[in-house]
């Protein structure tokens, strides 16, 4: 995947300034600033969890910021168009994802998640498993990571928010854009998958 040499790079923080200085010059009716505040409204609500996400991805602070700062230059170009989508944060979300596979195909990396505390902590949650040997089997080995990455992408992206990064199911049908019992059924997917991928047995309870 090749990087758009047109998309648009600027610093998020610059955002809603650049809809207001680069809209039209005469704008009677508030149009623009309104779109500014809509803008930094929906940005304040999603800007922490999507570096979170993106952190687990890349693998460093200064890249995350580099991903969800493009991902927010090329919502706020389209706005108005972002404004008429279906789900606005399933449009975002899906944005975001696009930034995250450009870096990682620009830098020859795969998702950091791995390489991440919250990752490791949250295998056995994941698992659910009791047994100690077996847990430390699983976690010598990159079976478990691999395994991960091979979900399909919902159920990726549920497991990472859920347990990596401790997101509430209600919170991540709202990042996503879809309702909180397709979350669970995600959860219900991927932990059944897992475990017939590490031939493990599947946990009985959900959490």
Known sequence: MQVDPERPVVRVSQGARDLEDHGPAVSPDGTIHRLALTFDAFDARHHTLWLRYAHTQVGGRDAAETVVDATCARLLEHWPHVLTQESVARYAWALLKEEVAWWLDDH??????????????????????????????????IGLYRAISRLPERQYDVVVLRYALQVPDEEVAEYMGIEVATVRSHVRHARRRLARDLDVRAPEREE
């Open 108 to 141: 020859d990396r795969e998702p950091a998640l791995v390489d991440t505390a919250a990752f490791h902590a949250a295998v056995r949650k994941l698992l659910d498993h009791e047994k100690h040997d077996q847990f430390d089997v699983l976690q010598r080995e």
